[in-house]
Nanobody
Framework: QVQLVESGGGLVQAGGSLRLSCAASGRIFSAYTMAWFRQAPGKEREFVAAINWNGGNTYYADSVKGRFTISRDNAANAEYLEMNNLKPEDTAVYYC??????????????????WGQGTQVTVSS
């Protein structure tokens, strides 16, 4: 079992920044790919970004490329999402999740096994 807890969400004006954190406990964190997904009201959950087991490889959705940065600290069992130049369309509940094996970077949420409870990000115009 892996337990995930997100934090760092909030209300920010367009153009602002937020940093999300995901604290993990349970099985060996460093063995997993970590990712962020988001779900806006009335929409399906969508992929945001993923990072492989050692942080050496990342992948981003086109909608966030150049604005968001995913990172991880295996010693701290934590994952992060630095979000800059936020837009109203970034408003959603953001979830962290895990995938094994840790060298893959899938974008389909059905390939992720453990999920946090989510943290709300609201961007006002």
């Amino acid at each position: 079992q892996v337990q995930l807890v997100e934090s760092g969400g909030g209300l920010v004006q367009a153009g602002g920044s937020l940093r999300l954190s995901c604290a993990a406990s349970g099985r060996i964190f460093s063995a997993y790919t970590m990712a962020w997904f988001r779900q806006a009201p009335g929409k399906e959950r969508e992929f945001v970004a993923a990072i492989n087991w050692n942080g050496g490889n990342t992948y981003y959705a086109d909608s966030v490329k150049g604005r968001f940065t995913i990172s991880r600290d295996n010693a701290a069992n934590a994952e992060y999402l630095e979000m800059n130049n936020l837009k109203p369309e970034d408003t959603a509940v953001y979830y962290c999740s895990t995938h094994f094996p840790g060298h893959e970077l899938p974008t389909d949420d059905s390939e992720y096994h453990y999920w946090g409870q989510g943290t709300q990000v609201t961007v006002s115009s």
